[in-house]
Nanobody
Framework: QVQLVESGGGLVQAGGSLRLSCAAS????????RGWFRQAPGKEREFVSG????????SYTDSVKGRFTISRDNAKNTVHLQMNSLKSEDTAVYYC?????????????????WGRGTQVTVSS
């Protein structure tokens, strides 16, 4: 079992920045890809970004490319999501997850463990 705890969410004005963190414990999943998803009210959960177990390969959904950066520190079993130039449409609950493989998939069913989420609210 892997336990994931997200932190760093909050309220920010449009154009501002937040840095989300996801700490893993238990069977820490350091050998597996990690991902960030988000879910806005009334919408389905969507892929935001993923990172391979080595940290070499990253992927982003088109709407966040150039604004968000994912990184990981396997020594600390932590993954971060640096979010810059935030927009109102980024408002959602953000979830981190551990994938079942080494490369970051984009589909939620390919992730085995999930955190409880952290709220990000961007005011316009």
């Amino acid at each position: 079992q892997v336990q994931l705890v997200e932190s760093g969410g909050g309220l920010v004005q449009a154009g501002g920045s937040l840095r989300l963190s996801c700490a893993a414990s238990g069977r820490t999943g350091s050998n597996y890809a990690r991902g960030w998803f988000r879910q806005a009210p009334g919408k389905e959960r969507e892929f935001v970004s993923g990172i391979s177990w080595s940290g070499i390969t990253t992927s982003y959904t088109d709407s966040v490319k150039g604004r968000f950066t994912i990184s990981r520190d396997n020594a600390k079993n932590t993954v971060h999501l640096q979010m810059n130039s935030l927009k109102s449409e980024d408002t959602a609950v953000y979830y981190c997850a551990v994938a079942t493989g080494h490369m970051p998939p984009r589909r939620a069913y390919e992730y085995a463990y999930w955190g409880r989420g952290t709220q990000v609210t961007v005011s316009s």
